[in-house]
């Protein structure tokens, strides 16, 4: 296994986009911790590109709080890890610098969008790495990658200094080789900002209760009945095999189900592009990074946007398309509607059960450069958007071979989803 700094600069995988240079790093309970950091969190003094040519020079003046907290603590940032551009993606082919590799087979993609942090992890170079989940960038890559991966309730780490794509759904969360590791850095990067009006006034993420609730060992668990249906056969066998696991150490099993979840992808896709179309009206060429001149205004504006890859295009596209008048109410405010209905139904299993589990990845991989359609590769997010829109804690549980299994607790919950994903790997 190629592990450490210098696999970090050798990159086999193409999945650093910047080593940090050493620096003197603070004494502090993460005691020299190694992380990678995906590209689009901002870090001062250090490139920060969101893996797109019109960001590909910009040195950030400030730290995301992510960051500084993480500083405080005593870890140490070692690489800026390559992502789909602007984290709009879900194989990391979609970055202005090149695809990433899978750690585990070159021939298939990591997942994406944080396909460079999965495939650290994954590879050993680093044992966690910070990724942004959207709609399943932090979840998809790890359970293509065979890492643990975390996406927090919506609002419980901070989103200053993120890059952002879609405000109403954009995470920070760890990525890492085990959930202990995984649910201390939860502890670090969590938690209220003033910076961030967003974030939940609830205290931050808590080490001691992920663990107390690993301890307690009878749970109420549930399944997605139609998700069952859609996945790969070889993704339902492994997925049943734990659910069977489960109900013979003494816990309740019983199906839950998602009657909206017809409606997540579409409606994840209308409010995703509609919100990134609006994020990223400032890469003008005046404010940020690169500018490429033109005779006038209008055609500077033209030359420098077309550095934006056909992906980021699309999407702005589209979201514009969406917002505009005639067909706001069509498009956005149906979506909205329909975001609502997911939430509700989700929420509503938590009267019956502490948890709910679903495969995270509906397939297995695909090939580098399979070049499927836009939707055939939209359709990957299938089981990870749900729980995006309704803003709950989602947990990818390794089961191997490239398939994962999401651990989905209530609102605010997420120790709950952290500490069974442990109770699991206890039973794995
Ligand atoms: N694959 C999804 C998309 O392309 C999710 C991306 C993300 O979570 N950042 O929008």
């Given at each position: ?10 990159d ?5 986009l910047t080593?940090v ?8 309970p993460?005691n020299?911790l ?5 590209d689009n ?12 040519k ?7 003046p400030?730290?995301?709080t992510?960051i ?13 890890t ?9 194989t ?8 990433t590799?899978n ?11 944080s ?8 590879a ?8 942004s989940?959207t709609g ?13 991966g975390f996406k927090p309730?919506y ?5 200053y200094g ?6 109403s759904?954009d ?9 202990d590791?995984?649910?201390r ?18 205290p931050p993420?808590s ?11 009878r ?6 009945k ?6 790969s ?22 199906e839950?189900s998602?009657?909206s ?9 209308v409010?995703?592009t ?12 005046v404010?940020y990074g690169v500018r490429v001149?033109g005779?006038?205004?209008t055609?500077?504006?033209?030359r420098?946007r077309?550095?934006?890859g ?5 999407r702005?596209?589209?979201?514009t398309f969406?917002l505009?008048h005639?067909?706001y109410?069509a498009?956005?405010?149906k ?9 509700e139904?989700i929420a509503s299993?938590f ?6 589990l679903t495969?995270?990845?509906?397939t297995l991989?695909?090939k580098?450069g ?9 359709r990957l997010?299938?089981l990870?958007?749900p ?21 989905v ?6 120790e709950?989803?952290v500490?069974f994903?442990?109770y699991?790997s206890?039973?794995l």
């Open positions: 296994m190629d592990v450490g700094v210098e696999a970090l600069k050798r086999p995988l193409n999945a650093v080593v240079e050493e620096y003197e790093v603070a004494e502090g993460l020299g190694p992380v990678a950091i995906k969190i901002v870090t001062a003094g250090i490139r920060t590109t969101a893996a797109s019109i960001l590909e020079n910009y040195v950030p400030y730290d995301a992510v500084t907290r993480l500083k405080e603590a005593g870890a140490r940032i070692v690489a800026k390559n992502l789909d551009e602007f984290a709009m993606g879900s990391g082919e979609n970055s202005a610098f090149g695809p590799k750690p585990h087979d070159p021939s298939l993609v990591p997942g994406g969008s396909s460079g942090s999965a495939a650290v992890v994954g050993g170079m680093v044992p966690v790495a910070l990724g989940d399943g960038s932090i979840r998809l890559p790890a359970a293509f990658c065979n890492v643990w309730t609002g419980r780490v901070s989103r993120l890059i952002a794509f879609a405000s759904l995470v920070i969360g760890p990525i890492a080789g085990d959930p590791i995984l649910a850095v939860m502890e670090v990067i969590s938690g209220p900002d003033p910076a961030d009006a967003t974030t939940l006034d609830s993420f080490y001691e209760r992920s663990r107390e609730f690993s301890a307690r060992g749970y109420r668990v549930g399944f997605v139609e998700h069952l249906e859609i996945v056969d070889e993704i339902r066998e492994k997925f049943l095999a734990l659910i069977d696991r489960i109900g013979q150490r003494g816990n309740g099993v019983v839950v998602l009657r979840g017809k409606f997540a992808l579409p409606a994840y896709y409010i995703a509609a919100e990134a179309s609006s994020n990223l009206a400032r890469y003008d060429g404010r001149d005779k006038d205004l055609d500077t504006y033209v420098t077309s550095l934006f056909k992906e980021v295009k699309r702005i596209l589209v979201g969406v505009s005639g067909y109410e498009y956005y405010l979506a909205l509607k329909a975001r609502r209905l997911i939430k139904e299993w009267k019956e059960v502490d948890v709910v495969p995270t990845n509906p991989p695909p580098l399979a070049g499927f359609s836009p939707v055939e590769y939209y997010d299938t990870t958007v729980f995006s829109l309704a803003g709950v804690p989602a947990l990818n549980v390794p089961l191997g071979d490239f398939v994962g299994v999401q651990v607790a209530p609102y605010e919950e997420d709950r989803a500490g994903g442990m699991v206890e039973i």
